[in-house]
Nanobody, 124 residues
Framework: QVQVVESGGGMVQAGESLRLSCTAS????????MGWFHQAPGKVREFVAG????????VYADAVKDRFTISRNNAKNTVYLQMNSLKPEDTAVYFC?????????????????WGQGTQVTVSS
């Protein structure tokens, strides 16, 4: 049974930073890419960032590529999302998910196990 658990959300002001963490258990962590998605109120869930199983390849949505950094520590079965220069439009529930292969994609359908999400709220 694969379990995915996010943590680190909260409420910050515009311009501040947050770091989200996500742990996954139940299969070989380093063999699979990981991804972060977000869903704002009334909107569909969108891709934010992804990282390959070994950590060598990353991919970002255009809206975050100069502000967010995804990384992973395979020894701790944990993936991180460092979010800097946060904007009110970053307000959303952030979800972590495991990919079904070693290489990340932006396609939600390619991610097979999901966490419950963590709320990020950015005030202006």
């Amino acid at each position: 049974q694969v379990q995915v658990v996010e943590s680190g959300g909260g409420m910050v002001q515009a311009g501040e930073s947050l770091r989200l963490s996500c742990t996954a258990s139940g299969r070989t962590f380093s063999a699979y890419a990981m991804g972060w998605f977000h869903q704002a109120p009334g909107k569909v869930r969108e891709f934010v960032a992804g990282i390959s199983g070994g950590g060598s390849e990353t991919v970002y949505a255009d809206a975050v590529k100069d502000r967010f950094t995804i990384s992973r520590n395979n020894a701790k079965n944990t993936v991180y999302l460092q979010m800097n220069s946060l904007k009110p439009e970053d307000t959303a529930v952030y979800f972590c998910a495991t990919h079904n292969t070693r290489w990340p994609t932006m396609i939600e359908y390619d991610y097979d196990y999901w966490g419950q999400g963590t709320q990020v709220t950015v005030s202006s």
